[in-house]
């Protein structure tokens, strides 16, 4: 079972302090959306603010339409699971994820069917038995997850779950709540600061930057379309190229960018004379011979990435330009290369 969310003009203010700038956002049901962006930027407002902790400002919330702003938390059909597990520390792990089932008056029955499912799903069932600290982090967060799962939200919301966990048991849990989301087929409202979590388990991205939403995109739309210097800078490695658009060599009408001494191909046509820079991605460019690229630079660090290695290139202006390499190209530290890409992979942003 899952809902449509939405808010309309939402906002929040602390005194002169604005939490929240005035914000529309729709979450479509079932859709697994992702609230991204720097500590302080208003993700854990926003979500508290839909989950009734926060009253707003002013503007309002709906859930399938229909306007929830005055109705009290526990009335909203919303589960929320935190960072901090929050379990309570004597009672039995089925126990705690029956409280939420036994506030809300189920029969012993459905109580039991719930519990018993919700513990299955997040693969718990033999530690029902034991108590939150008898369990590892990892596994009291799964308890908690499975808490807000028992009594079938049909939204859910999680503000930094996995903040307290190390990275490799955060990747595994990543992977856990991907399934979870799947098989609960509820809608999603995840809050994170970390982008590799946010483009690996969204449909889409909330970026929000200074209490307000900088973009909201699928996780392949921010990375390849980013719409803005900050956006280009938060999610993924990005070289940005200052410039200015400047007349079409050839009839083509294409136009071009000065770059730091170089003339490069811009994905589309633009106004002369705009000042900006080309956002072009570590894994765009290929190595050619010294002036058979749109411009040279001499390779000045080299790191050994597993997979890839990553050359930094310095160009003539002093400038840095980091580069993705296949690892049987084999630069030297000190060599000249040239460099060109498809113009279609690199993104102008006005400045
Ligand atoms: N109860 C509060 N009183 C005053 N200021 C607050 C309160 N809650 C949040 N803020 C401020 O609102 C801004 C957004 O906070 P928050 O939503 O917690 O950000 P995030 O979750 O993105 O880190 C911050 O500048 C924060 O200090
Ligand atoms: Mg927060």
Known sequence: ??????????????????????????????????????????????????????????????????????????????????QSYALFPHMSVWDNVAYGLRMRRKSREQTR????????????????????KELSGGQQQRIALARCFAYRPSVILLDEPLGALDKKLREHMQAEIRRLHK????????????????????????????????????????????????????????????????????????????????RVPLPEPAQPGLKGCLLVRPEAPRLVEPKQGYFDGTVSDIVFFGSDTRVQLTLSDGSQINVRCERSLKPRLGDTVGLTWDPHRTTLLSA
């Open 1 to 82: 079972m899952s809902s449509k969310l939405e808010t309309v003009g939402i906002a929040k203010r602390y005194g002169e302090a604005v939490a929240l700038e005035p914000t529309d956002l729709t979450v479509q049901a079932g859709e697994f959306l992702t609230l991204l962006g720097p500590s302080g930027s208003g993700k854990t407002t926003l979500l508290q603010m839909i989950s009734g902790l926060v009253s707003p400002s002013e503007g309002r919330i709906e859930i399938d339409g229909r306007d929830v702003t005055h109705v009290e938390p526990g009335k909203r059909g919303i589960g929320m699971v935190f």
């Open 183 to 262: 098989e609960l087929g509820a809608t999603f409202v995840y809050v994170t600061h970390d982008q590799d979590e946010a483009l690996t388990l969204s449909d889409r991205i909330c970026l929000m930057n200074h209490a307000r939403i900088e973009q909201v995109g699928t996780p392949v739309d921010l990375y390849d379309r980013p719409a803005t210097r900050f956006a280009a800078g938060f999610i993924g490695h990005s070289n940005l190229l200052e410039g200015a658009v400047g007349e079409a060599r050839g009839a083509g009408g294409e136009a071009i960018l000065l770059a730091a001494g170089g």
């Open 113 to 132: 069917e719930a519990v018993d499912g919700a513990l299955a799903m997040v693969r718990m069932s033999e530690y029902a038995k034991r108590f939150p």
